[in-house]
């Protein structure tokens, strides 16, 4: 499966983060054994054709954050954290992730939590601790110990 290197690779170079999302979603995926045997390359043109563009469709509203946890979790391969400004936007974006063949065939999806982030919380966290309000989304709400697993 792709590194998280690739991942930014085929992302537009803005990264795709949105401004103060609304609506985040961590989907928790389980890789198919068949793609295990796959070449770095093979997955990478495989994301190119069928992730990529659906990335690029919703990069104004949604953004991706991916994390690899082959090596810490049996039961979850990877995560996938979208970001997006509202509900209808995830829905936009599942739709089209659903209509693509690998959907359910390179991976299955263990679970899907999704959520609000609570607004005032999110304000006093950034008074407490302004390094926060520069930092990466996804980065500063996992941690940095989250980074090194990604």
């Known amino acids: 499966m792709m590194r998280r290197a690739e991942f930014k690779d085929m992302q537009p170079s803005q990264r795709t983060h949105t401004p103060e999302p609304e609506f985040t979603v961590f989907m928790l995926l389980k890789i198919a054994p068949e793609c295990l045997g796959f070449t770095v390359a093979c997955a ?3 994301a190119r054709e069928a992730l990529a563009p659906i990335l690029q469709k919703h990069a104004a509203t949604v953004a991706l954050g991916y994390f ?3 090596f810490v979790s049996d039961r979850v391969t990877d995560i996938w954290i979208w ?3 509202d509900v209808q936007a995830y829905q936009r974006l599942l739709a089209d992730l659903r209509a693509e063949p690998f959907w359910d065939r ?3 999806v263990v679970e899907i939590l999704a959520g609000l982030e609570e607004a ?4 006093y966290y950034r008074r ?3 390094a926060l309000a ?3 989304p ?3 709400e996992l941690g940095p110990a989250m980074q090194d697993v990604a």
Request: charged fraction near 50%; charge should be positive.
């Open 68 to 70: 690899d946890m082959k």
């Open 128 to 130: 407490l601790l302004p």
């Open 83 to 85: 970001r997006a400004r």
């Open 134 to 136: 520069d930092a990466d």
């Open 120 to 123: 005032q919380a999110r304000k």
């Open 44 to 46: 990478r043109e495989l």
């Open 106 to 108: 390179y991976f299955k």
């Open 138 to 140: 996804v980065e500063a």
